[in-house]
């Protein structure tokens, strides 16, 4: 019995016969074949559109050969431009961060970049006052950062401080002014009305201050009140708070945990026989 298996079957292009071409079988169990069939061969004369199809084909067109003027291609700038808008996708960036990006990670010359940012900065695309707004708000919603140092933060950024100044605007009071009344009421309204926008501001800054304080306060119970008020001064210090704002509130805490204190010793004052 022959190993030779199986038989792979092709067709000659000139001719209509078969040939068989042995194979080493695999296994040696069984037999399989396998056939390619070759299309076969044209046998009727072209037709005119085929015959000018084909004389097409083969035509070699004489003339000058097309130069490109790139007239419609993107130039440096313009492509600057769609790197900053996918830079800007991914997360808001300052001017200096952006030109920092095109020019050492992209490699894209100086000149190209500034023109790119300078456009797009017409455009309302990027905008450092609206980028150190942004960057305000969240830092002291999530931390409550003091104005100086969110300022710092932004010269870290390259942010320049008539920027810094515009987005500070409707997040700080002027010049980051904060000032605790130690006699607040939350729920006094009827003098708030009679407040100019700058001062209503500056106040509700305090008020939101006083506020995060006093839930850090009472978080921190371990140790003593002297040791819960160093922890809550620094808790402070770190977010950049000055002395004047640290003793205000600490007044505050302390004399509200006085109020609560000598409240407690009433109620427990009260016997009913």
């Not at 001017?95 to 190209?112: I, M, P």
């Not at 104005?147 to 010049?175: H, M, P, T």
């Not at 205000?248 to 004399?255: G, N, T």
Request: glycine fraction near 6%; proline fraction near 3%; hydrophobic fraction near 35%.
């Amino acid at each position: 019995m022959s190993n030779l298996n199986p038989r792979v079957c092709t067709r000659q292009a000139s001719s209509s016969l078969w040939r068989a071409k042995p194979t080493p079988s695999r296994d040696g169990v069984g037999r399989q074949f396998r056939t390619t069939i070759a299309p076969p061969l044209r046998s009727a004369p072209l037709s005119d559109d085929e015959k000018k199809v084909n004389m097409l084909r083969n035509l070699t067109l004489d003339g000058p050969k097309y130069v490109s003027t790139k007239a419609f291609e993107p130039s440096d700038v313009d492509k600057a431009k769609a790197q900053v808008i996918r830079f800007l996708e991914y997360k808001p960036r300052t001017r200096r961060e952006l030109f920092d990006k095109l020019t050492v990670d992209k490699g894209y010359d100086a000149e190209d970049a500034n023109e790119a940012l300078d456009q797009l900065r017409a455009s309302g695309v990027q905008n450092d006052a609206e980028y150190a707004e942004m960057f305000a708000r969240y830092k002291w919603r999530n931390s409550r950062w003091a104005a100086w140092r969110v300022r710092g933060a932004l010269r870290q950024k390259g942010v320049e401080d008539r920027d810094i100044d515009e987005g500070f605007a409707s997040v700080f009071a002027r010049g980051g002014v904060m000032k605790v009344d130690m006699f607040a009421d939350e729920d006094a309204d009827e003098e708030e009305d009679l407040m100019d926008d700058e001062v209503d501001l500056e106040r509700e800054r305090a008020m939101e201050l006083l506020q995060a304080a006093r839930t850090q306060f009472k978080r921190n119970t371990r140790g003593d009140m002297q040791a819960r008020i160093r922890r809550l001064m620094a808790w402070l210090e770190r977010r950049g708070h000055g002395g004047s704002v640290i003793r205000d509130i600490v007044e505050v805490i302390k004399r509200e945990e006085k109020y609560a204190d000598d409240d407690d010793e009433d109620d427990n004052a009260l016997h009913f026989d």
